[in-house]
């Protein structure tokens, strides 16, 4: 029995390796996963999510560069580097854009970034604010690769950092859908009658409900947050998971396996941990890579909504709320950017779902 599973394991991995697209799929889901780990890394602001302001520069194009004057805080922010890793700097340091600056005596005379051709606010700071009076490591020329949003912020960091949520609700969502949605399942496809009864009424109730107004509602109930919209999603999509894993284990129940396995005495948990799901999850893993695709698209209308991950929080379908006016006013790549994100995540989730559906195929 394990020869034989372990030969069909193989033969759907090959079939899957010619899949040109679902390798494409899986390779860039992947990339984008470490991308979404190692944000905070690869992003040119790595302050906390990404929310350096700079008012003066606000919704600049892509490719803008401007020189920026940093003043060193005066607070000591002791920090891991474990946390600046993966959950950012907290940055207390203050970040100036500037046209000019010059010396004179012990002072640094700087001239405030100012748009559309005005003059800036000419400011002076002591030396001795920066270290050792090296005022110069202080000064770079920072370049905004997709431009700046409306706050001034890093559209590039912003959208690097924003990938976590799209990218881990899947994980977190589907998880929790297939266990509530596995564990019904099981249950009512196996024992059948009244029990079948009773969770194909809680399924059909919760399937006539509108998906979202019923995140909507059970992220209202649990507040607004990170991990409430998490759980919202995860709490809704449970249900597809029940159909198929009963549906399965109906007719495959009465199958001869199962019938020895009842003869030799296993209990009822063993058959079906041990026995029937192992033999029906090729369904239950397409559908989970659907449910990916769709918690992706479910988190972005919360967030546009305004009731998903709440600000200052990067999240693709907050920036598409934050700038889809912009359309109209001759700066759409503010909203299309992250557009462009969620649906090129979404596709790759779609097509490796459909490479994964047919190298299950028996029949195929």
Not at 122 to 128: A, E
Not at 234 to 243: I, K, P, Q, Y
Not at 288 to 301: D, R, T, Y
Not at 319 to 334: A, E, F, R, S, V
Request: proline content about 3%; hydrophobic content about 50%.
């Amino acid at each position: 029995m394990s020869t034989s599973n372990n030969s069909l394991t193989q033969l759907a991995l090959q079939k899957f390796k010619k899949n040109l697209w679902g390798v494409l799929s899986f390779w860039l889901i992947v990339g984008i996963g470490l991308i979404s780990i190692f944000a905070y890394v690869i992003a040119p602001d790595n302050s906390q999510n990404a929310n350096q302001m700079h008012l003066s520069i606000h919704s600049e194009k892509p490719g803008f560069s401007v020189q920026m004057l940093t003043l060193p805080s005066q607070l000591n922010v002791e920090q891991s580097t474990f946390s600046k890793v993966f959950f950012g700097i907290k940055n207390s340091d203050s970040e100036i854009p500037i046209t000019n600056y010059e010396v004179e005596k012990d002072q640094l005379i700087y001239t405030e970034y100012a748009s559309d051709g005005l003059d800036g606010v000419v400011k002076t700071v002591d030396l001795n604010r920066f270290p050792g009076n090296d005022y110069e490591s202080f000064i770079e020329e920072k370049k905004f690769l997709f431009g700046t949003d409306k706050y001034g912020r890093d559209l590039l960091s912003r959208v690097l950092i924003g990938s976590r949520i799209s990218y881990f609700i899947g994980f977190i969502a589907v998880l929790i859908s297939l266990i509530i949605g596995v564990f019904m399942g099981s249950i009512a496809g196996y024992f059948g009658g009244r029990v079948d009864a009773l969770i194909m009424w809680i399924i059909n109730v919760t399937w006539s409900i509108p998906t979202l107004l019923l995140v909507i509602a059970i992220t209202l109930a649990l507040g607004k947050g990170f991990w409430q919209v998490f759980i919202a999603v995860g709490l809704t999509m449970w249900v597809e998971v029940a159909r198929v894993v009963r549906g399965q284990i109906i007719s495959v129940k009465e199958m001869q396996y199962v019938t020895a396995a009842k003869a030799l005495g296993f209990n009822d948990y063993r058959i079906i941990t041990r026995h029937i799901l192992p033999n029906i999850m090729a369904p239950v893993i397409v559908i989970s890579a659907a449910n990916f695709a769709a918690a992706i698209l479910i988190e972005s209308g919360l967030s546009f909504l305004g009731i998903g991950a709440q600000p200052p929080m990067a999240s693709w379908g907050a920036m598409i709320k934050d700038h889809y006016n912009y359309i109209i006013l001759g700066k759409p790549y503010l909203a299309m950017i992250p557009g462009l994100c969620i649906m090129i995540l979404v596709m790759a989730f779609m097509l490796i779902g459909n490479a994964l559906r047919d190298a299950l195929d028996v029949k195929s």
